[in-house]
T-cell receptor
Framework: QQQVKQSPQSLIVQKGGISIINCAYENTAFDYFPWYQQFPGKGPALLIAIRPDVSEKKEGRFTISFNKSAKQFSLHIMDSQPGDSATYFC????????????FGKGTMLLVSP | DADVTQTPRNRITKTGKRIMLECSQTKGHDRMYWYRQDPGLGLRLIYYSFDVKDINKGEISDGYSVSRQAQAKFSLSLESAIPNQTALYFCATSEKFTAYNEQFFGPGTRLTVL
């Protein structure tokens, strides 16, 4: 059972453009929505995260937009740079005490120079 | 020095062999996890441990077993490896009490089963 659907699977953006990656979830009991970034040959690392009580969180060029009613959240990368080329995973966490993460299938982003 | 280390980094083995992947951490975290990553399938949780005496199955535990030897060590075993266990395996850690459950990943082990 896929609890979080991520799209697109891959994305090519020109340098300076906006990269947008979307995730949709079904379980309203999720209470935490992080995005992880993975460079080739490395493990994923937390990029930015949001709780459902806010609609947007911005950290530098990275913004999460959260739509609770639509059960969707998205990552926006402004002024995309070649160094942003990586695989991005959205994830969700159930509010129960055993807080494991469920990851989306990932989006491979390539920012062309 | 890396906070989360995995050994080996690469391993090629044959069908039917027993394989152990090891993970060590110096972050002092109580919680440890094993994931596998396959192209197009993302990260899937195999097993997780919230302390030394607490081991739990994840989404895809069949064919795998784990051992939590100490707070800092968490090993993943494939008792009889099969080709569809060829994947990239990651260990991760997180603190016990945190609002954000940030997980810190190791560098991964690339396993090939022939």
């Amino acid at each position: 059972q896929q609890q979080v659907k991520q799209s697109p699977q891959s994305l090519i953006v020109q340098k300076g453009g906006i990269s947008i990656i979307n995730c949709a979830y079904e379980n309203t009991a999720f209470d935490y929505f992080p995005w992880y970034q993975q460079f080739p040959g490395k493990g994923p690392a937390l990029l930015i995260a949001i709780r459902p009580d806010v609609s947007e969180k911005k950290e530098g060029r990275f913004t999460i937009s959260f739509n609770k009613s639509a059960k969707q959240f998205s990552l926006h990368i402004m002024d995309s740079q070649p160094g942003d080329s990586a695989t991005y995973f959205c994830a969700t966490r159930h509010f129960s005490g055993y807080s494991t993460l469920t990851f989306g299938k990932g989006t491979m982003l390539l920012v062309s120079p | 020095d890396a906070d989360v280390t995995q050994t080996p980094r690469n391993r090629i083995t044959k069908t039917g062999k027993r394989i152990m992947l090891e993970c060590s951490q110096t972050k002092g975290h109580d919680r440890m996890y094993w994931y596998r990553q396959d192209p197009g399938l993302g990260l899937r949780l195999i097993y997780y441990s919230f302390d030394v005496k607490d081991i739990n199955k994840g989404e895809i535990s069949d064919g795998y077993s784990v051992s939590r030897q100490a707070q800092a060590k968490f090993s993943l075993s494939l008792e009889s490896a099969i080709p569809n266990q060829t994947a990239l395996y990651f260990c991760a850690t997180s603190e016990k009490f945190t609002a954000y459950n940030e997980q810190f990943f190791g560098p991964g082990t690339r396993l090939t089963v022939l």
